[in-house]
């Protein structure tokens, strides 16, 4: 179980931050004005002004809605885990991953961020590995410890999630699941149905990139379906860790705490997190 981190940082040992850096910090939550601020989650912003003497510092809030994995991640140097590229020409035909943006969280819209003044005392680096370029070009920190591994992004997700940074931790986890969920010959996966009902259905053939043929496993019918519309997850094969149900439940807990969080003043989100 992943258990929320409170921070033990005093004055004389918080490092210095500037304008233009990307940090982490506490931020209240719209849906309870009584909560402790070791209790508020925690998200990144960048700093605009700094006030040594107030300590205090002006930022910009990111919009909450998780961002999604950019492909760069799975864009794995050479002599690295090659089944980790979402690049798969190289690999046999019959494996791809599936090209959406993400799998099970909502990929919402957008908005320009909110400025607010926060103590200086609330603010955090960024944990090594999250040392990307914000715009996600994949420019990689020498600091950086790059992920390559489903576990290795589910760790990752993890130390977000004990620091209650559930928009952050959502696209690790979404990360470590894509990596986990390949379409191949003979694997199962979970299907729309069309009415809302996921299905599991058997892979017959992987005809492209876009179109595969299954057979349903309650019926025995067969259809071609879109593998990157139609398809919402492929069971992980051997999967004796169960390393991709424990990344489907901690997932699970961000989106909830999102739609508590960043939902309690639009419904419409509230609602996208929690489908």
Not at 164 to 173: E, F, I, K, L
Not at 221 to 248: G, N, P, W, Y
């Amino acid at each position: 179980m992943v258990r929320a981190m409170e921070s033990t940082k005093t004055p004389s040992d918080s490092p210095q931050f500037t304008p233009g850096s990307a940090v982490r910090a506490a931020r209240q939550p719209t849906n309870d004005d009584d909560q402790a601020r070791s209790q508020w989650p925690r998200c990144r912003g960048t700093i605009l002004t700094v006030s040594e003497n107030d300590g205090l510092a002006s930022i910009i809030w990111n919009d909450m809605a998780p961002i999604p994995p950019p492909s760069s991640w799975f864009n794995v140097p050479d002599g690295d885990n090659a089944s980790c590229s979402k690049n798969t020409t190289h690999r046999h035909r019959s494996m791809q991953m599936i090209q959406r943006p993400f799998l099970v969280t909502p990929n919402l819209d957008r908005g320009d961020g909110k400025e607010e003044e926060v103590p200086l005392s609330s603010l955090d680096s960024l944990l090594p590995f999250e040392l990307i370029d914000d715009n996600h070009t994949g420019r990689v920190s020498e600091a950086s410890s790059f992920a390559t591994t489903p576990s290795a992004f589910k760790e990752q997700g993890d130390a977000l999630l004990r620091l209650r940074d559930y928009s952050a931790a959502a696209t690790r986890y979404e990360a470590a699941l894509a990596l986990t969920s390949s379409i191949g010959l003979g694997g199962t996966i979970v299907l729309n149905d069309g009415t809302g009902r996921p299905v599991l259905a058997e892979i017959d053939c992987i005809e492209d990139d876009v179109q595969i043929d299954i057979t349903f496993v309650d019926s025995g019918e067969e259809k071609t379906v879109h593998a990157s519309t139609d398809v919402l997850l492929c069971l992980m094969e051997d999967d004796d860790d169960r390393i991709q149900e424990r990344i489907l439940l901690n997932l699970s807990r961000c989106l909830l705490q999102l739609a508590d969080i960043d939902g309690s003043a639009d419904h419409v989100r509230a609602t996208k997190y929690r489908k």
